[in-house]
T-cell receptor, first 117, second 114 residues
């Protein structure tokens, strides 16, 4: 149980385009999902907390107009990187935990490798 | 206050040996401490987690030791295998709140030689 799926797993696109990444909880409903960014050989950096039916909460230094998050249903959150540039190239990972229960681990998707040419 | 310090940055162990990774935290509000294993190109996968009401938790070859007074916790991998070669992250959160955010350590790249 508690499977989180991300799509696509890898995307390459030209500078200036927008890219949408999907994060789905396959066997549970997730009121809260998290989006992370990870550079090679570094730790996960929390970008934002995605709450179903409300605006996302962004971490300090993360441009909310650059990284648009939509959590329109209890099983789907999307991250759109707008007007992507080479410096946005990174590994993006989402996570979710079982709702309404304390001391539950976050379950992670397999990540999306974004390469901007 | 929100940091979790992890060491060593990298670790090389012979097959069958014990791998030990240490973490220290500052925020006394943290009350949930999971460890994650990450293979290249994959997302982190939960290994084992502990709450501070116990000093040790064991699951198979993986053991977490927890020292609340020192605000430190560690992961021990017994009988390390080449398949354990991965990056390991400790983390901490205020786990009592549903959907609470994780603070990650810097990661340890473990290599187990055959």
């Amino acid at each position: 149980g508690a499977v989180v799926s991300q799509h696509p797993s890898w995307v390459i696109c030209k500078s200036g385009t927008s890219v949408k990444i999907e994060c789905r909880s396959l066997d549970f409903q997730a009121t809260t999902m998290f989006w992370y960014r990870q550079f090679p050989k570094q730790s996960l950096m929390l970008m934002a907390t995605s709450n179903e039916g409300s605006k996302a909460t962004y971490e300090q230094g993360v441009e909310k107009d650059k990284f648009l998050i939509n959590h329109a249903s209890l099983t789907l959150s999307t991250l759109t990187v707008t007007s992507a540039h080479p410096e946005d190239s990174s590994f993006y990972i989402c996570s979710a935990s079982l709702p309404g229960q304390s001391y539950q681990p976050q379950h992670f998707g397999d990540g999306t490798r974004l390469s901007i040419l | 206050q929100q940091q979790v310090k992890q060491s060593p940055q990298s670790l090389i162990v012979q097959k069958g040996g014990i791998s030990i990774i240490n973490c220290a935290y500052e925020n006394t509000a943290f009350d949930y401490f999971p460890w994650y294993q990450q293979f290249p190109g994959k997302g982190p996968a939960l290994l084992i987690a502990i709450r501070p009401d116990v000093s040790e938790k064991k699951e198979g070859r993986f053991t977490i030791s927890f020292n609340k007074s020192a605000k430190q916790f560690s992961l021990h991998i017994m009988d390390s295998q080449p398949g354990d070669s991965a990056t390991y992250f400790c983390a901490a959160s205020q786990g009592g709140a549903s959907g609470s955010r994780l603070t990650f350590g810097e990661g340890t790249q473990l290599t187990v030689n055959p």
